[in-house]
């Protein structure tokens, strides 16, 4: 699943490089960096790869999306609709730029239920920020025909499906902006980093200036540029960028290796009667980092979790997981925040505390999902599909003699 298990010389290559000229800082210092500049690469290898026309490098995947919204121009008074599932750096960020997040249900996609979004809307709505977790995607035709209708952005955060397609578009290029997390267990690392991906050159100028204090980069001397704006330091290191641009290099194979792992895991747990899949909007466009199923009850999935961690392997059970699931984000729903909150914000946030999520408990409460390692050998995988499938079957079983 992560790039790190795929770490080797190539990275330490292009680290090397960065330790050798001692500039640790991706802007300047354009004499003793002798021509090395990394972050510029992966920039322009992220075009060429997936297909967009700019991309801007960030310190964290939270920092992208934080990003984004500003250039987008995202901020107070503003709503933004995201999913019940996703990981908590969704609902962080539109926090920081003081906008409001509205959590929409989620559906078997475990991507935003269309239809909780169009009934989520309101004048003050400017965003939809659909997740693509768990490395395949939301249902992006439907929610990109409601941003249409609607007059709304589309931030795609893509940082769990990172070489993931939609009908042929990679995701994250699909709609005004899309972001990936570089971070330690992301499809490809940098150990920490982000990027903001779009088309539209405004959207990137701003992207760049706000990353870096403001600056205009319009000049040879970083030291003499003009500040249009106020930015914040979301800055990425040339030693971060190093492994990131030695980690997209081997995106392909990791892509090949993780389907052809899931694909194996997949084909053994549709023979236990009664597991059913995620389904997915495009299938040839799963980058395949977990296999993702469902089971018949909450009850049945919470003893199917600890029966495959028996056996041998991880297993995620999103619905009781607090970093994840809107069930267990109290500090989301106590507004425990650190500085003080517009009263509006505050209201909404506290407000999901007596939101009816039934809808997404039905999906998540039934939900597992299992990694996929790039290390394992074909026969490796064969042997976790069969400890996987003797482990939900031995649950399955138990709970037909009790019935």
């Not at 060429?48 to 987008?72: I, K, P």
């Not at 909007?281 to 495959?308: K, M, Q, W, Y």
């Not at 425990?336 to 939101?355: D, F, K, S, W």
């Not at 990694?371 to 499938?389: F, M």
Request: proline residues 4%.
């Amino acid at each position: 699943m992560p790039g790190f298990e795929w770490f080797g010389a190539e990275e330490r290559k292009h680290v090397n490089d960065v330790l050798e000229t001692g500039v640790l800082m991706r802007y300047g210092f354009d004499g003793p960096r002798k021509g090395i500049f990394k972050a510029n690469e992966l920039e322009k290898a992220i075009t060429e790869t997936f297909g967009c026309r700019y991309a801007q490098l960030t310190s964290s995947g939270t920092a992208a999306l934080t990003t984004a919204m500003t250039a987008l121009g995202i901020g107070a008074g503003h709503e933004v609709i995201m999913p019940s599932f996703t990981f908590v750096a969704s609902f962080e960020a539109i926090l920081a730029v003081g906008a409001t997040p509205i959590l929409a249900d989620v559906d078997d996609t475990l991507g935003l239920n269309p239809a909780a979004v169009e009934a989520a809307i309101t004048p003050r709505t400017k965003a939809i920020m659909p997740v693509h977790m768990c490395g395949s995607m939301a249902d992006m035709g439907a929610l990109m025909d409601i941003a249409r209708r609607h007059n709304l952005i589309v931030l795609e955060d893509a940082c769990q499906a990172i070489g993931g397609t939609f009908n042929g578009q990679r995701l994250g290029t699909i709609g005004d902006a899309g972001t990936f997390s570089f971070d330690y267990v992301k499809t490809i690392t940098c150990g920490e980093g982000g990027v903001v991906m779009t088309n539209n050159e405004a959207t990137y100028r701003a992207c760049d200036g706000y990353t870096d204090h403001g600056h205009d980069h319009l000049g040879a001397d970083r030291g003499a540029d003009r500040h249009p704006f106020i930015g914040l330091n979301y800055r990425i290191s040339e030693l971060h960028a190093a492994v990131g641009l030695a980690q997209i290099g081997k995106l392909p194979d990791i892509l090949r290796v993780q389907r052809a792992n899931k694909k194996i895991l997949k084909d053994a747990l549709a023979t236990v009667e009664g597991i059913t899949f995620r389904r997915l909007p495009d299938p040839a466009g799963d980058n395949a980092a977990f296999l993702s199923f469902f089971l018949p009850s909450a009850e049945i999935t919470e003893v199917a979790a600890t029966a495959i961690k028996a056996a041998g392997m991880p297993a995620f059970y999103w619905y009781a997981n607090n970093w994840h699931y809107i069930r267990q984000w109290h500090h989301l729903k106590d507004a425990t925040v650190l500085n003080p909150l517009l009263p509006n914000v505050r209201q909404a946030i506290t407000a999901l505390a007596g939101q009816d999520f039934s809808a997404s408990d039905a999906i998540m409460s039934r939900c597992l999902s299992i990694p996929i390692s790039l290390n394992w050998s074909e026969t490796d995988a064969r042997q976790k599909a069969d400890a996987l499938v003797k482990a939900v079957e031995s649950v399955m079983s138990m709970v037909s003699v009790l019935a």
